[in-house]
């Protein structure tokens, strides 16, 4: 049976699947500035190498500003699906004495506690879904860089070829950027899956809600 | 969850215990109620797991907005790790704890409720129409650790002296203190850690009048019983688990 994962855990997972693409990242970014070195010293043979190597470099490093903010993005919003679970539990416990307390002379006063937090989930749960948007288009933004790094790096392979006794070295490192830009990707899209997993539930729970 | 007034003049001191929808496995837990006029202080409230029990008991009482104070004990989580929990119910209350523990505590969740942190030498809890006396009782079991006295009623919340453990559904007060023994001595000797704290509590609790000894787990002791359990307290070797 698929046993659905919690979204307070989708969350906080998005922020670990991006601590690889980090590193992958900067791992990008030594083998650009190899690639740059060899260009260098291919001078004339390598000539439109180096501004592919800026691109990829450039890339490289505005990748691992984009991963950082959604590390910083991602537990923030691990930390309000948090609540929203604590909120839950006491909605669910406010309920569960409701039922259970019917006779109890006072039971009529918890109706404002119970109200209280079901706005406050009500809240919870539409701040949960607009700042899982936005972690969503910063993963598209990732996704979209690795995409054109992809283009970018056949380019590089035309160019190699023009690089003589270069050319094994700077198509190696260009196979390598190609299996980061992979990898990336693919963790990207693990971080997406997640976070719309996590939407869903907190959609269903606001249509719950509303209903 | 079963309660039981134990004085009304005025106000009203309740007991709530012995729940029969506790799950099996932890331990049963005393959590005491002070009921003025307008306003309704609650004794270590208990754990997450009888929240709903002990909210659902307490509305028979009393209304939600009418409960103003909560006190614990000490940091235990069957003192104290529904705090979350009624820190949603009782946003505007304040809860009286040891300064100790306040860091502790929070991590139960704190969001609403402010903590007022109580000194190491006690204070007082003030009901306005009642104030009820804070009584250190540090290393008892916990190293900031206070107790409840109220002189008017002449009870003693006592946390956990006096605890027993017992199976579920015992009476809510000691009939025969003798055959009582067997059911507390472990608790005692192997929670309370020194015999010097369990001294100095003794002296201070001995000037105080006292009726009821209400501890947090068992059976309640009255009258008589209270200078029993004093003087058996008082003989008895604690901190065992460290061998000479």
């Given at each position: ?111 404002a ?25 910063l ?6 860089r ?8 056949s ?57 | ?51 709903s ?52 505590i ?9 903590y ?60 025969d ?17 020194s ?10 609790v ?5 009726d ?33």
């Open positions: 049976m698929d046993i659905q994962e919690p979204a307070f855990v989708s969350s906080a997972s998005v922020a670990a699947e991006l601590a690889t693409v980090s590193q992958i990242a900067k791992e990008m970014s030594i083998s650009v500035k190899n690639a740059k070195a060899i260009a260098n010293r291919a001078g004339a043979k390598a000539r439109g190498f180096s501004p592919i190597t800026d691109f990829i470099d450039e890339m490289s490093v505005e990748t691992m500003k984009l991963v950082n903010r959604i590390n910083a993005e991602s537990v923030e919003l691990s930390t309000i699906a948090i609540s929203d679970l604590r909120n839950q539990e006491s909605y669910e416990k406010f309920l569960e004495v409701t039922i259970n307390s019917q006779n109890s002379k006072y039971i009529g006063s918890l109706e506690s119970v109200s209280r937090v079901r706005n406050r989930r009500y809240e919870g749960h539409v701040k949960l879904i607009k700042f899982s948007k936005m972690l969503q288009n993963l598209d933004d990732i996704g979209q690795m995409a054109v790094a992809n283009v970018i790096v380019n590089s392979r035309i160019e190699a070829v023009n690089a003589e006794e270069y050319r094994a070295n700077l198509e190696s490192i260009a196979n390598d950027i190609e299996a980061s830009c992979e990898v990336i990707r693919e963790r990207v899209k693990v971080s997406q899956n997640r976070l719309v997993q996590a939407v869903q539930e907190w959609k269903r729970k606001v249509n719950y809600e509303i209903s | 969850m079963k309660s039981v007034e134990l004085f009304d003049r005025g106000y009203q001191w309740i007991v709530f215990g012995r729940d029969p929808n506790k799950p099996d496995g932890i331990i049963d837990t005393n959590q005491y109620l002070v009921k003025t006029h307008d306003r309704a202080l609650v004794l270590d409230p208990g754990g997450i797991e009888i929240f029990s002990m909210l659902g008991s307490l509305l028979h009482h009393v209304a939600v907005e009418q409960i103003t104070d909560l006190f614990a004990s000490h940091q235990d989580p069957d003192i104290i790790s529904s705090l979350g929990l009624w820190d949603q119910a009782l946003p505007t209350a304040k809860l009286h704890s040891p300064w100790l523990w306040e860091g502790f929070r991590h139960f969740g704190l969001n609403n409720i402010e007022v942190p109580i000194p190491d030498e006690g204070g007082v809890i003030n009901l306005g129409t009642v104030k009820l006396n804070i009584i250190p009782a540090h290393y008892l079991h916990s190293s900031g650790n206070f107790h409840v006295y109220d002189s008017q009623a002449r009870i003693l919340m006592s946390g956990d002296v006096g605890a027993a453990l017992e199976p579920p559904g015992a009476d809510m007060f000691v009939e203190f003798d055959s009582h023994i067997d059911k507390m001595q472990m608790f005692h000797q192997r929670w309370m850690p015999n010097k704290a369990k001294n100095d509590w003794i002296k201070r001995r000037q105080l009048d006292i009821i000894l209400a501890p947090q787990h068992g059976r309640l002791f009255k009258g008589d019983n209270v200078h029993r359990f004093l003087d058996w307290f008082e003989a008895l070797e604690v901190g065992v688990a460290i061998q000479d």
